[in-house]
């Protein structure tokens, strides 16, 4: 069946660094994906989503890259903050309105 | 506060007993999502309402497991004889799909524990 997954686990990143956070989806149909950020008690916050139709999509200091052939999909946070800290999620939504999460990848920045 | 709320935020309870949860969407949000998620996993879909449909179950929703949204408005979630494997944070979403995009907003969630 479908999967989504990320590549890493964890990603620990100076304070004002880039980071990058990268997931890989398995169904080829998929054409809407959606990142989420989660801190510790709380539900999942909405970052950036992206459709098939496009490559990248900016929002504020984050941008979603989306690779159709090799089907991987990458979060870039710039400038990275304490404040950025919390469990990263993507999320396939192919499935017409149910989302796949794939299993997460916990951020921590160092200041 | 317009957002996703839900209530209980925490619930604690003895296996075998029944507990019932409410998710209040954001207003005119006409669907409605129930995950689940257990520590270190991503949420895992359990079901969802279009207005007051329930238009999808997951199969991981056991027989014991049950929601409604009588209204279009508000739903419940209710689980029968819990057992120690429904402790979890359950999480409510809601969503007003349009030109092909369906932003879903999460609630806080509610953490049930069962003893």
């Known amino acids: 069946g479908e999967s989504v997954g990320l590549h890493l686990p964890t990603l620990s990143v100076q304070e004002g660094d880039n980071s990058i956070i990268n997931c890989a989806y398995s169904?080829?149909?998929?054409?809407?994906f959606i990142w989420y950020k989660q801190e510790s008690g709380k539900g999942p916050q909405f970052i950036i989503d992206?459709?098939?139709?496009?490559d990248k999509r900016q929002g504020q200091r984050v941008t979603v890259l989306l690779n159709k052939t090799v089907k991987h999909l990458s979060l870039q946070i710039a400038a990275t903050q304490p404040g950025d800290s919390a469990v990263y999620f993507c999320?396939?939504?192919?499935?017409?309105?149910?989302?796949?999460f794939g299993q997460g990848t916990e951020l921590s920045v160092k200041p | 506060d317009t957002g996703v709320s839900q209530n209980p935020r925490h619930k604690i309870t003895k296996r075998g007993q029944n507990v019932t949860f409410r998710c209040d969407p954001i207003?005119?949000?006409?669907?409605l999502y129930w995950y689940r998620q257990t520590l270190g996993q991503g949420p895992e879909f359990l079901t969802y309402?279009?207005?007051?449909?329930?238009?999808?179950k997951s199969r991981l929703l056991s027989d014991r497991f049950s929601a409604e949204r009588p209204k279009g408005s508000f739903s419940t979630l209710e689980i029968q004889r819990t057992e120690q494997g429904d402790s979890a944070m359950y999480l409510c979403?809601?969503?007003?799909?349009?030109?092909?995009?369906?932003?879903?907003?999460f609630g806080p969630g509610t953490r049930l524990l069962v003893l």
């Open positions: 309402f279009q207005n007051e449909a329930q238009l999808e």
């Open positions: 992206i459709r098939s139709n496009m």
């Open positions: 979403a809601s969503s007003r799909p349009t030109s092909g995009r369906e932003t879903q907003y």
């Open positions: 169904n080829s149909a998929s054409d809407y």
């Open positions: 999320a396939d939504g192919y499935q017409g309105g149910k989302l796949i």
């Open positions: 207003s005119e949000h006409n669907r």
